[in-house]
């Protein structure tokens, strides 16, 4: 019978049915990172249990650590607890750590496909909602909460709901100057970010089979900002040609034979779903967040709503308004940003800084603007540097930093300072998420960022492509 991806990997993880109704269901590899992990530690130390399956467990650091100087200890007494708790729990538990001294420290969400952790067909969980970038393996890939880290510590499995499965086929040729970032934000805004509840997302069309596979995580990684609780890409020739060689992924005959399972777990051609939608990606052009939540997009072209014009959205749209001292009418194109930043598991792999740099090359960043460039790990930070990438950025007036999630969220010192505007290619514009709470961020993908950074202000890098408008900002 035909069966989805999801379907296919859902029952070949299923343990049992619980008596609640929900799947207790088995994890293949759990993620686990400082901020969400203590507590699950303390818990199990207290019922004096053992991590289950400690070589199904790998840990890094990446939330509280400084970008700017990356020695021990941190400058913040906070930071520097939280990551030496982690070292004494992975060290207690014999689980693997990736830390500062590894250089294969970063990002959780960006060193596990990197390392070859991440592969398809696997159920795979992680304390953090971004998980669902995994899925662009062919996994399920969820993010869980403090006390299912520990249940999954525990007992490697974990209690979930069977999730519907909503095909959103994207089709046709994206233009130049459009990217993964611009796909997802458009999908978002266009369902909103509601839509995706007792969802898992299926990415499938020609433009997405065109993708690479850091493409697809950024398409995977937001499948939780449209309200998903996860979104996959069916595994193809593009993703089995990512993995092989990679440190932790099937070597030999066994890659061989591992590529053939793969294969077989992609949804069927007759799988039924639950809903689908169709995206032309023609119609697609750059996107760029306007308000306080992920929803609230608007292409480069376009103009601000009318809250008298949006129906039931109407108190959203006027809060969000008054939050970012817009108006309504007002073109997005032309707001002035005071910072940039280019970093976060959304968008902070090898191909984005590649992207953004093109736009940086031979240019320089607004004299009024903080420009920072955040490798999602020391390995894309080591690759883009090969490239000489950082000299790229750091000649175009761009600081270039250690890896962590920096300003995506604040948790350590790279912050925005009160009412500034900050271009992010990050994944959340939430009120205080950049960590002022009167901090605004704008959406966008990296390489719009990047011409952000250079004119001062929100421009359609499309324009850019070719050439750069001699009026724009501190472009020289
Ligand atoms: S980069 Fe941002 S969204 Fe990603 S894991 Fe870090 S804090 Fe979370």
């Known amino acids: 019978m035909s069966a989805t991806l999801f379907e296919k990997v859902w029952n070949a993880h299923a343990v049992r049915t619980l008596p609640n109704g929900q799947t207790q269901l088995y994890v293949g590899l759990h993620l686990v990172h400082e901020v969400t992990s203590p507590q699950a ?25 400084p970008t700017r100087s990356q020695a021990r200890p941190f400058p913040d007494p906070m930071a520097e607890t939280m ?18 001294s590894s250089g294969a420290q970063g990002i959780v969400h960006v060193i596990g496909p990197e390392l070859g952790l991440t592969q398809p067909g696997m159920t795979i ?38 999730l519907n499965v909503r095909r959103i086929g994207v089709n046709g040729r994206l233009a130049p100057g459009v990217f993964a970032k611009d796909v997802i934000l458009t999908i978002i805004g266009m ?13 499938a069309g020609d433009a997405i089979a065109r993708m690479s596979m850091d493409e697809r995580m950024t398409i995977c990684n937001m499948s939780i900002e449209g309200g998903a609780r996860m979104g996959y890409v069916n595994p193809d020739e593009t993703t089995f040609a990512y993995l092989r060689g990679r440190r932790f992924a099937p070597a030999g005959d066994a890659f061989d034979r591992a590529v053939t399972w793969w294969r077989g777990m992609a949804s069927d051609a007759g799988a039924g779903y639950d809903d689908r939608v169709d995206i032309d990606a023609a119609t697609i052009a750059p996107t760029v967040t ?18 008298g ?6 108190p959203g749209v006027e809060e969000a308004l008054e939050f970012m001292g817009f108006r309504a009418g007002q073109r997005v194109a032309g707001t002035k940003i005071d910072v940039a930043f280019l970093g976060s598991c959304t968008n902070a792999r090898l191909s984005d800084l590649r992207e953004a740099a093109k736009i940086a090359a031979g240019k320089h ?5 903080r420009a920072l460039v955040v490798p999602g790990s020391q390995a894309v930070a080591a690759a883009a540097e090969r490239e000489g990438l950082d000299v790229v950025f750091r000649d175009a007036g761009f600081e270039w930093r250690g890896a962590g999630c920096s300003m995506c969220l604040a948790m350590n010192t790279d912050r925005l300072e009160g009412r500034e505007v900050c271009a992010s290619s990050s994944n959340r514009n939430f009120k205080g998420r950049q960590g002022s709470p009167t901090g605004r961020t704008l ?13 001062g202000e929100v421009v359609d890098v499309r324009t850019w492509l070719t050439s750069v408008p001699a009026a724009a900002g501190g472009g020289r």
């Open 309 to 314: 014009a949006a129906g039931d959205e109407r």
């Open 41 to 65: 530690f303390d818990e199990l130390r207290a019922r004096g249990w053992r991590v289950r399956q400690p070589e199904r467990t790998f840990a890094t650091v990446d939330h509280i650590v």
């Open 83 to 100: 990551a030496e708790a982690l070292e004494r729990n992975v060290r207690e538990h014999e689980i693997p750590l990736f830390d500062l």
């Open 443 to 455: 959406l966008m993908s990296p390489a719009m960022v990047a011409a952000a950074a250079v004119a």
């Open 290 to 307: 306007w308000g306080i939540n992920p929803g609230q997009v608007v292409p480069i072209t376009g103009t601000l709503p009318d809250p």
């Open 191 to 203: 369902l909103g970010i509601q839509a995706g509840t007792g969802f898992a997302y299926e990415y």
């Open 125 to 162: 969980a992680c304390g953090d909602s971004h998980t669902s970038t995994h899925g662009a393996f062919g996994a399920l890939a969820f993010g869980i909460g403090t006390s299912q880290v520990r249940d999954v510590l525990a007992s490697q499995t974990v209690a979930m709901s069977r």
């Open 365 to 369: 960043v607004a004299p009024h603007v």
